[in-house]
């Protein structure tokens, strides 16, 4: 039953809205620290989605360790898949994308084999 309710979760997009919070929390300092102008800002943001993912995939991993279900190559492909409809829906950045699913691969390959 845990196990059920985690993936519930993570379709639902719990782990994608814990992964924009935390790439607002590192972004917002480093982008502050940019003080070059306006336009290079905004040639970098889309390139720092790359923590949105990141975020997405630790808050996803931890989901399944606290309710102690086991991991599985499904969850990146879900974070990836329902990211990958919004882009898509909603006409966002190509790179924003691209950066998200770079965070999700490099947290999947680096917080799984630390967890397990």
Known sequence: ??????????LIG??????ILFGALVQ???????????????TVLPY????????AVVAAILLFHFLGATLSIAIPI???AWM??????????PQAW?????????????ISRLIS
Request: charged share 10%; aromatic share 18%; net charge positive.
């Open 48 to 55: 720092m989605e790359v923590f949105c993912g990141f975020g």
């Open 14 to 19: 719990i782990p994608n809205l814990v992964g």
């Open 78 to 80: 879900l974070i990836a």
């Open 98 to 110: 691209c950066s998200w699913l770079v965070g999700i691969a490099v947290g999947w390959f680096t």
């Open 28 to 42: 917002t300092p480093i982008i502050g620290l940019l003080s070059v102008s306006g336009k290079f800002r905004l």
């Open 84 to 93: 990958s409809f919004y882009f898509w829906r909603y006409k966002q950045s």
């Open 1 to 10: 039953m845990k196990t059920v309710i985690a993936y519930a979760l993570v």
